[in-house]
């Protein structure tokens, strides 16, 4: 390693004006009020407008900057624009800053780093070799992105929690996560998402994923319904419910999982022909799971006391074969 040698005298943001609550997001998309910051745990964001480009951004935060640096646009030796993406193919972000900072007829050199997530790494490195050798004192570096021009704001969509189109399969009460990390790294081809409200689950889940060392599983640590509220439909590829909570007494029935508040919203977002697998070991909630999924849309496809080929046998049915209950296994297709 070589010291860089540079010293920052002065650094300078700027935010866009326009503010974007999660509530905004939750009306636009029709959701229910608190969903958006549910699923992404974001309160609010800026937003560019038409006038803040990323050469406007750009030029306010690098005055902010040579204030602090006490330094004007004419003291510059070089401007160097390190934006993961360009303002305009020609000229270049830089060149379009340099004009803003009123240096258009200056012949102060102005260009671009084009290395994406590396730019303002390797903008630094080349403003310490300007220095180095002599050839500039004082260099202006500037990032500027705007990401919501990349967006369609009316399709949030599954997979892009992955970053791609990879299949999308859900884990609804994963417990202590030990099924759902079997099967992301049985098929790391597929994204899992998992919901778990019970937070000490979440963080044993969390040691599975760094134990396996997986990559391909995401996690919503709350109720699945909320999670099914926003998800685009027929995102779902494949659904687990691996022993939901029993709710034994006949008057607590209505709070199952297999009840048309929870299994419509999952027959929405799941695909047609999508796999939906239960595993029991109630008798009665295997009773209400065949009467109550296929009225939700989905056909039974088998049933019995064997398991799927792929299964792992989970922390809670491990205590009910301690304890002497029988396992029951489900398989079920969205029409
Ligand atoms: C009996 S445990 C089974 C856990 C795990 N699947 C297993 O087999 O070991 C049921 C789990 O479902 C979770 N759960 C209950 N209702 C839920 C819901 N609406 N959304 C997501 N998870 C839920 C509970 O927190 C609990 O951890």
Sequence with gaps: MFPIPLTIRGTGSYQPRRVLTSEEIDARLGWRPGSCHALYGIRSRHVADEDETSSAMAAEAAREAMEMAECTPRDLDLIIGAC????????????????????????????????????????????????????????????????????????????????????????????????????????????????????????????????????NVSVHPGDARDLMDVLPPASIAKAFLNYPDPWPKARHHRRRFVTPEHLIPLARVMQPGAEFRVATDIPDYMRQTLEEVPLAGFDLVAEGPE????????????????????????TFRRR
């Design 84 to 215: 993961g993406v360009m303002e305009q193919p020609i000229p270049s972000t830089a060149v379009l800053v340099q004009d803003r900072l009123g240096l258009g007829r200056s012949g102060t050199p102005a260009w671009d780093v084009n290395a994406t997530c590396l730019g303002f790494m390797k903008a630094m490195d080349l403003a310490a070799l300007h220095i180095a050798t002599g050839r500039a004192k004082r260099v202006l570096v500037f990032s500027s992105d705007i990401a919501s021009v990349g967006l369609d704001w009316r399709r949030p969509d599954a997979a892009a929690i992955f970053g791609d189109a990879r299949p999308v399969w859900l884990e609804v009460g994963f417990g202590g996560g030990e099924h759902m990390v079997h099967m992301a790294a049985s098929y790391p081809e597929i994204g899992i998402i998992g919901c778990e409200p019970f937070i000490n689950g979440v963080a044993m889940l969390l040691g599975k994923i760094r134990a396996a060392g997986v990559g």
């Design 307 to 330: 398991p799927w080929q792929d299964w792992l046998s989970t922390r809670y049915e491990q205590k009910a074969l301690r304890e002497g209950r029988v396992p029951h296994y489900a």
